[in-house]
Nanobody, 112 residues
Framework: QVQLVESGGGLVQAGGSLRLACATS????????IGWFRQAPGKEREFVAA????????HYADSVKGRFTISRDNAENTVYLQMNSLKSDDTGVYYC?????WGKGTLVTVSP
């Protein structure tokens, strides 16, 4: 069973930064592409970023390119999402995904 645990959310002012973490098992980390998605209040869940399991290739939504960076720590079996220059539009619950499994999410609130 794939288990994913997100952390690092919080309240930040616009222009600030946060780093989210997605911790998982070694078997998941070494087999699957891991992605971050987010869901704003009243909106559908949307793709944010992903990192490949084999070559570490990264992909980003256009809305976060140049501001967010996804990375992986092989020793800690953890994927990070560094979020800079945050905007109020970035507010939402951020979820980690692997093999169509979801974590419980972590809330990010960006104040104007």
């Amino acid at each position: 069973q794939v288990q994913l645990v997100e952390s690092g959310g919080g309240l930040v002012q616009a222009g600030g930064s946060l780093r989210l973490a997605c911790a998982t098992s070694r078997s998941t980390f070494s087999k699957y592409t891991i992605g971050w998605f987010r869901q704003a209040p009243g909106k559908e869940r949307e793709f944010v970023a992903a990192i490949g399991w084999s070559d570490g290739s990264t992909h980003y939504a256009d809305s976060v390119k140049g501001r967010f960076t996804i990375s992986r720590d092989n020793a800690e079996n953890t994927v990070y999402l560094q979020m800079n220059s945050l905007k109020s539009d970035d507010t939402g619950v951020y979820y980690c995904n692997a093999a169509q499994n979801w974590g419980k999410g972590t809330l990010v609130t960006v104040s104007p």
